[in-house]
């Protein structure tokens, strides 16, 4: 397995491994929408907004992780949303989700990111160092259908702070049906 970041070559794969993996999980229904996202998030967002990571064996992606950033009123801290992610259903299971997130995690780092934000399953993303905040401590962009799942780490040697004001995301998922 080589973890690497994607370049834009990647987008249809990365694309169809989001419909793929999400069809076989939650449904076609689901699948075309998180396929329909990664599409738009990949040719939508400007590129110093984005950072896609990908987890590849022999050539074939088998894992893909997805950061878009938040830009708040404040313009501070530097923050980066995780969403969507996915690893093949044969994949799974193996270490590759949380192994793919740290590499992630380290790079943003490396770029100056001080903040780590998703929205998901609260069990899933405390393994790779999320944890759970609230809507008044940051305001998610749109309301939020489970606010159990508005995730966040601080990627600095701060512990996490309130953000004051409005939170503002990528276009693309700028939709009440992402959250
Ligand atoms: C969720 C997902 C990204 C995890 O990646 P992975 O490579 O399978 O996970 P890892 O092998 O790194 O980690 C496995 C651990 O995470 C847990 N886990 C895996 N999927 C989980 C899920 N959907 N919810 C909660 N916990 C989950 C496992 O129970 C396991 O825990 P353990 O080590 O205590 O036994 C992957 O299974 C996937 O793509 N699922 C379908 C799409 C999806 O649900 N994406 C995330 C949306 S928030």
Known sequence: MHLSLATPDR???VTDLMRRTFTASEGAEEGNLIGALARDLLTTTPSQDLRVFIATAETDV???IIWTRLQFETNTPQAFLLSPVA???EWQGKGVGQALIRYGL???QKQGVEMAITYGDPSFYSKVGFQPITESM???PQPLAHPE???AQSLTS???QPVEGTTRCAPALNH????
């Open 11 to 13: 987008n249809s794969e």
């Open 62 to 64: 088998m894992g893909a």
């Open 87 to 89: 690893i093949t259903p």
């Open 106 to 108: 380290t790079d943003l």
């Open 138 to 140: 940051i305001k998610p």
């Open 149 to 151: 799942g508005w995730l």
């Open 158 to 160: 701060a512990t996490l």
């Open 176 to 179: 009440p049906d992402y959250w």
